[in-house]
């Protein structure tokens, strides 16, 4: 790891990769535009959609970080990025009306290559940047993310408006994956010496008995299910073409509310801080599970994005504090539990299916925010 300044020429496609990062995050909000395009009968099966990105964090974190120990992290990332860009252009190359199936075996391409970006960026940030430094530098990394989701709305609106379709976006998102790569193969990034050693799963899993890493584990899981969740449903609460407009609304109040974050948890306890932001975004929940008008829900939705934005940061923090001689191992443990957004879909559309209506999968979301807000009393205790 780097001790002196910052290398900007270095950081700068490394960062990059954050944003791409973003786009696997696309299948949420545009789930509902792909039912659309099927009958009933299939619609509740494109529910699945999101579980196909999500449910390989499970299943390989630890091989891809075992193959990262020889390869490198810069070939491991680049190994994502090759993914990435074939599962955004499997079900576009299928061609519009294509059968379900091209955007599962799509978004489980997608979905295996965010595991592998997300299992190498990290590390790959920490030897550029100094340990003392390195929070606000992932804050940055997080700002580069949410401003990828950002952009979803406004491009889908406008690729909509101009060709009829939301499709393109697809090819579009490949070809940034495509420079990204093609950026950071050109650049020189310095790592550690490749080693054939294995990735310590079950030591990993044993952390587990530290009560804070347990609190911080399940924090992050139901982190990334809420989050994957309003994303399922935010679009869905407002019957208009412009729906998907609530998640610029989500990830812009996200941004402020990480610039927020940062100043303020220089000032009092990021614990705390978390537990306020929980308090708030239930009663959010419960706001958006019976109001109606249009503009109440997109502040709702966007205020929720500001609740949201420092709690998985908070959660890695504790995890990392209550074990710093096993920070490794509590990477691996954050990063498999980004699999739970694999449940959001399902649950939140046989809550949908079994109530009648869009927002009573705001249960399902409520249910993860009173989690952490329980977790956050517990760990500040």
Known sequence: MQTGKVDKRLLAPVLAGFFIMGFCDIVAPITDRIAADFPAARQEAANFLPTMVFLWFLLLS????????????KATALLGYAFTCAGLLVPFVAGEG???GWYFAGFGLLGIGNTIVQVAINPL????????????????????????LLLLAPIVTGLVAATGSWRWLLPIYAALTLLGGLWLQLTSVPEPPKNGRTFGL??????????????S????????????GIGFLSVRL?????????????????????????????RCSDVRYLRWNMAGA????????????EAA?????????????????????????????????????????IAAGALSGPVCGALIRAMGSPRMGMIFVAACIAYMLWAAYKMEN
């Not at 584990?217 to 994957?228: E, K, M, N, S, Y």
């Not at 407002?238 to 220089?266: E, K, M």
């Not at 609740?307 to 001689?325: D, G, L, N, S």
């Open 62 to 73: 630890a091989p891809v970080a075992a193959l990262m120990n020889r390869i490198g992290r």
């Open 238 to 266: 407002i019957d208009a073409p412009s729906s998907i407009l609530t998640t610029t609304g989500f990830y812009a109040c996200r941004i402020v509310g990480t610039l927020v974050g940062a100043w303020v948890l220089v």
């Open 297 to 337: 829900i997109y502040t709702a939705i966007g205020l929720l994005g500001f609740a949201m934005a420092c709690v998985f940061a908070t959660f890695y923090a504790a995890a990392t504090k209550a074990e710093p001689q096993h920070a490794n191992g509590v990477a691996g443990l954050a990063i498999m539990a």
């Open 202 to 215: 079950a030591e990993s899993f044993r952390l587990l008995r530290n009560p804070a890493v347990l609190l």
């Open 217 to 228: 584990t399940l924090g992050i899981a139901c982190f990334i299910a809420a989050d994957v």
């Open 282 to 293: 239930l009663a959010l929940t419960a706001l958006l599970l019976v109001v109606r008008n």
């Open 125 to 148: 940030l920490a030897t550029l940047v100094p340990g003392e430094r390195m929070t606000s530098y992932l804050t940055v990394g997080q700002i580069f993310r949410n401003t990828s």
């Open 98 to 100: 294509c059968a379900l």
